[in-house]
């Protein structure tokens, strides 16, 4: 009989928390069981700033998604994001060591470690190593295993983040007396999910915007070379209307879900817009083109740095991103924002419409980090069973009976 | 798609300085409202959990003290036929009769209500039977066989009016009524003194089986001479025949006293008795008082007239 896990995928988003159950039965098949969005409080950029408002939303939504699948969460595999979220790029170099210059697992091992042996300052903390190819005398090897060569390196893309902020994700699920199982940034959730193995080979970016980030992960030949945050999203965008037109900020929010477009048209010179529509009191008519400015300024300005980023990391070269860009998030239901991409980045562009093997209510923007946090409980991670920790007896008395 | 798809460049920071630290280090829990409802909750599945639990083991622990304790025989339900027919057997005398006295089944009595454990008990009660057998021949018959003592002597009781009653003694000592003989057989069967023990109560006597020997070698060797034998006193008999001294007397019509040593060969001591009977006859059979055989390597004949011979 095969041992069924429930894994809770957490998203502690700024403007909502997501919280996706799945039933993993055995390693072989998972079922979305239940989930549930609840508003988020306390959380800034993707930071939370307030542990009790944060613990309380994040703890009610992941009863509500536990009470709408009438089970338990097992273990939680949490989305991290945040722009203290930094990366590095560190080579490990290893001079092989057998006499035969044929390449063995001690040698790989050893070139891993030294890779990864980078110290961080103090207050800073490791969340992903990911591995980039292996280079073996200089010459890029999928497997260098009994190659034969002088000297083997491989690159890690490193990502770490603030020890306090990492922390206090932490903290809030151990509130609820759950551990975590495993911590994925939220580019590379999304990107597990939204891309195909040939796109991942060929070149793509995805581009995560949510309310208070944009997360975003680079693929180049299969591999992860790139993730970044920028501390914008579309809450900005909201709030530039606000100010920008003088409206509240559910009224901006909504004028921007009604007629925002994410780039600029000349021709929205002349077309005026409704606030309502419905000639209540304070309905007016605004001009289009004053709404497409202001978005077009914000949403230029976040592909603006996440160009700069990559260029400064030597990694903007359109003929390497094949496949383009593929655009997520709650805020890449702007309209026009496929366009605002072949503008500022130079790339094609689509947004995610969802994994057909999920149920139609979950194939939204919102849903892609939970998600792929979904597809590395089940697919797993390179150290998951190193870390994994056995269930209690406890635990399990109250499994076999139901009660747990 | 989930689950589908690599994700061989991914790897979740372990080791030194990673997340995993800090998730192993303890800090003061954040308690929110809804946190604290679910430990309720859980700590209240987990009590009933527990409970059922004890409850299951002790609905265990009661049930299989119940089944131990149970008294009711097994009720077979198979249909049961009633007794049409029963068997019985007897190596001795005991008439059908009898049986009806011992044992009493009622009319219409099946075959699986009767209890032959107590049937058994009841026969073997019985001090003319050693051994009975009570056994089912389906589909309507009881076979009841009974193994019997066999009458050694008799011997003359007190009744309760202070009447003399007439009772047998089987080889083993067994003092009973007797029922079921001729009484052609009983008065062919020597009396024994005493009949009752040192305090006044009537016992199993001992060493009868002794006796028995005697009387069995006598009735084979001389025939005509035990028809006169009438009484077996073991006044100076104590029933261990191995020790010194003992002798069982036997009186005759014949002759008033013979005493046989009790250890001594019965078969020598009978033949000794043949000579000294044909030598009196001789002599043309002067009345005799006492043939003492119980001595060792002779034998001696005091006749009435006051003489001793030794033979």
């Known amino acids: 009989m095969s041992e069924s896990r429930v894994v809770g995928a957490v998203e502690i988003g700024t403007s909502k928390v997501v919280v996706l159950l799945g039933e993993i039965i055995g390693d072989e098949g998972l079922n979305i069981i239940g989930h549930s969005i609840g508003s988020s409080i306390g959380v800034k950029k993707g930071v939370i700033q307030d542990l009790s408002a944060a613990s309380d939303c994040v703890h009610a939504a992941i009863m509500k998604a536990e009470k709408n699948a009438q089970s338990r969460i097992d273990e939680v595999y949490l989305a991290q994001t945040g722009s203290h979220l930094m990366g590095n790029f560190n080579v490990g170099t290893t001079n092989v060591s057998s006499s035969d210059n044929i390449v063995r697992g001690i040698d790989i091992n050893q070139a891993k470690e030294d890779a990864k042996r980078r110290k961080l300052p103090p207050n800073r903390t490791y969340i992903h190593h990911i591995q980039n190819p292996f280079a073996l005398d200089g010459q890029p090897v999928d497997n260098p295993l009994s190659r034969e060569g002088r000297q083997l390196q491989v690159g890690y893309w490193s990502v770490h983040g603030e020890s306090a902020k990492v922390s206090d994700s932490i903290r809030v699920i151990r509130g609820i007396d759950l551990d975590v199982s495993d911590m994925i940034i939220s580019s590379i959730a999304s990107g597990a999910v939204l891309l195909e193995d040939a796109e991942k080979d060929n070149g793509a970016l995805v581009i995560d915007i949510g309310g208070g980030t944009t997360d975003y992960v680079l693929y180049r030949e299969g591999y992860i070379v790139k993730t970044g945050v920028v501390p914008v999203g579309g809450d900005h965008i909201t709030n530039d209307l606000s100010i920008g037109l003088r409206l509240g900020r559910k009224s901006a929010e909504e004028f921007k879900i009604e007629h925002g477009r994410a780039y600029y048209d000349s021709a929205d010179r002349d077309v005026k817009v409704w606030l309502y529509g419905d000639l209540t009191i304070g309905d007016r008519e605004y001009p289009l083109a004053a709404i497409t400015k202001i978005i077009d300024a914000r949403v230029s300005e976040v592909f603006a740095i996440i160009k700069e980023q990559l260029e400064n990391a030597e990694l903007y070269n359109p003929a390497d991103i094949a496949c383009g860009v593929v655009l997520t998030g709650g805020s890449s239901q702007l309209t026009g924002i496929e366009e605002s991409v072949r503008r500022n980045l130079g790339l094609e562009a689509r947004v995610f419409d969802g994994p057909l093997d999920v149920a139609a209510e979950l194939r939204h923007p919102g849903y892609s980090t939970a998600l792929g946090l979904l597809h590395y409980a089940l697919t797993g991670q390179e150290d998951r069973q190193k870390s994994a920790k056995p269930a209690s007896i406890l635990r399990k008395l109250t499994g076999l009976l139901n009660f747990d | ?311």
């Open chain 2, 1 to 311: 798609m989930i689950g589908r798809g690599k994700s061989k460049s991914s790897s979740s920071a372990t080791g030194s300085q990673s997340w995993r630290e800090l998730a192993g280090n303890p800090k003061k829990r954040i308690n929110s409202p809804q946190a604290k409802k679910r430990r309720q909750v859980k700590l209240l599945k987990l009590l009933a959990a527990v409970l059922l639990l004890v409850g299951l083991i002790a609905l265990v622990f009661w049930l299989s003290s119940v089944i131990k304790a149970r008294e009711e025989p097994i009720h077979i339900t198979t249909p049961s036929r009633e007794i049409e027919q029963i068997i019985f057997k007897t190596n001795g005398v005991l008439p059908d009769r009898w049986l009806g006295t011992v044992i009493r089944l009622g009319k219409g009595t099946t075959m699986m209500e009767i209890d032959i454990y107590g049937m058994k008990q009841s026969l073997e009660n019985e001090p003319q039977v050693i051994s009975a057998e009570v056994e089912r021949v389906f589909p309507s018959s009881l076979k009841i066989s009974v193994k019997e003592r066999q009458p050694v002597l008799r011997i003359a009781v007190q009744a309760a009016e202070g009447k003399p009653e007439q009772r047998i003694v089987a080889r083993d000592g067994t003092i009973y009524k007797g029922v079921g003989y001729p009484k052609t057989a009983l008065a062919r069967l020597p009396f024994v003194q005493p009949y009752q023990h040192s305090d006044g109560s009537i016992r199993p006597l001992r060493g009868i089986d002794r006796v028995a020997d005697l009387l069995t070698i006598a009735r084979q060797k001389q025939p005509d001479f035990y028809r006169t034998w009438k009484v077996v006193s073991l006044e100076h008999y104590s029933g261990d025949a191995l020790l010194f001294g003992e002798v069982i007397e036997v009186r005759s019509s014949y002759v008033p006293r013979i005493i046989f040593g009790a250890s001594t060969d019965f078969d020598l001591q009978l033949d000794r008795l043949q000579v000294i009977l044909e030598y009196v006859r001789s002599l043309g059979n002067p009345s005799m008082e006492r043939i003492d055989l119980s001595l060792r390597g002779s034998a001696a004949v005091q006749f009435s007239s006051g003489r001793i011979s030794s033979f």
